[in-house]
């Protein structure tokens, strides 16, 4: 039979063991969660919840308020296509309806194989270079058709995407 220690997330207790059981610690644990996992599964939840004294709903209300921090596992690279007016007014609609026919899923889904999640983005502050996006945490600016292929032909090979902001375009 399982102990209750055995049944307790492992990467839920080091991030416990590292910022502390008070309330105050929830979102250091939950960001040190997701940092180790790409997303914050439900027994992790549990863990927190018995070893912070918070209900489970709790939790989940300070995951859901928070886009950043996911309920379900993403892909390996997550493509986060800014949405925002400027970006709109530049072609993003048809960067988010390219990408999604180039990786066959819809916004918001990770494809089969879990390596790439699409979601959309509000601003991320590259309106001057509009239309612009994230790839995982790097920008990409003035993002076109061509572009995207590179991006995503690269990641599949496994060659990360190191920004493009500092080229002249
Ligand atoms: S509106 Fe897209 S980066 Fe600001």
């Known amino acids: 039979m399982e102990t209750f220690q055995e049944n ?5 207790l080091e991030a416990l063991a590292r910022y502390g059981h008070e309330r105050k610690a929830l979102l250091p644990v939950l960001h040190f969660i ?6 914050i599964p439900e027994d992790a939840i549990r863990t ?7 209900s489970p709903v709790e939790i989940q209300g300070v995951i859901t308020f928070y886009s950043y921090l996911p309920l379900v596992r993403k892909g390996k690279h997550v493509l986060h296509v800014c949405g925002s007016m400027a970006c709109l007014l530049k072609g993003a609609d048809e960067n988010l309806k390219f990408l999604c026919e180039l990786l066959g899923i ?4 990770t494809t089969a ?3 790439f999640s699409l979601e959309e983005s509000h601003c991320i502050g590259w309106c001057h270079r509009a239309p612009a996006m994230l790839v ?9 058709k061509d572009l995207l292929n590179r991006i995503v032909k690269d990641l599949k090979k496994d ?11």
């Open 8 to 12: 307790r997330h492992p990467v839920a």
């Open 113 to 115: 194989d879990q390596q």
């Open 34 to 39: 997701k940092d180790h996992l790409s997303y």
């Open 136 to 144: 995982g945490h790097t920008p990409a600016v003035e993002v076109d």
């Open 159 to 169: 060659e990360p995407f190191a920004g493009n902001w500092q080229e002249e375009i």
């Open 48 to 54: 927190l919840a018995l070893e912070m004294h918070l």
């Open 106 to 109: 819809a916004p918001g889904e």
